[in-house]
């Protein structure tokens, strides 16, 4: 086996192949074996066998070979896994690592770009304020107009009323308090 051909992405493919499919042989040629072997010794009684001690002897035998059958399956995954980290650790490193290394210059350029804007934004509006603080108050601008104050119209000019006199008997509630009319809720 030629290293330097392994260290490719075909070289790994081709081996990784040739093991799958060996294994996956063996697995077949395994999987028929434990039928076989099961099979035979479940009809095979020894001197002494209870009603169903053969068949169990013959269970515990297969299913050793059903596990060893399991076991190169999954040697078959594993093989099939480690072409797939071969490809993407090794072969492909380098064009991600590129690839990542272009897109971070990329957002690099965008963020100088962003900042770039924002410092002459901040210094167009910090022109504009001290070009307004450098204006004579005589003359000035017909924009800025000065807010004309407003007063809250009063529902009732007097909120609480008080009873005429001490030895008059209570009365109504509208008497403390005035109805007022809201609007209705839409």
Not at 52 to 62: C, D, L, P, T
């Amino acid at each position: 086996m030629d290293i330097d051909r392994l260290m490719t992405r075909d070289g790994m493919r081709d081996y990784t192949d040739g093991q799958r499919e060996t294994w996956v042989n063996d697995v077949s040629g395994v999987d028929t074996l434990a039928q076989v072997v099961e099979a035979r010794l479940a009809q095979t009684e020894i001197k002494g066998d209870g009603r169903r001690s053969a068949k169990r002897r013959a269970r515990k035998v297969a299913k050793r070979f059903r596990k060893a059958s399991r076991l190169v399956r999954e040697a078959a995954a594993e093989i099939e896994a480690a072409n797939a980290v071969f490809v993407r650790e090794v072969v492909e490193l380098p064009e991600r690592r590129a690839e990542a290394l272009e897109r971070k210059k990329e957002r690099e350029q965008r963020r100088e770009q962003a900042r770039a804007l924002a410092s002459g934004q901040a210094a167009g509006a910090l022109a504009e304020s001290a070009h307004g603080f450098n204006t004579d108050p005589q003359c000035q601008s017909s924009q800025v107009i000065p807010p004309v104050p407003q007063s809250a119209p009063l529902l009732n000019p007097q909120p609480f009323a008080m009873p005429q006199s001490s030895n008059a008997p209570p009365g109504e509630i509208t008497d403390y308090f005035p109805r007022i009319d809201l609007p209705e809720a839409m």
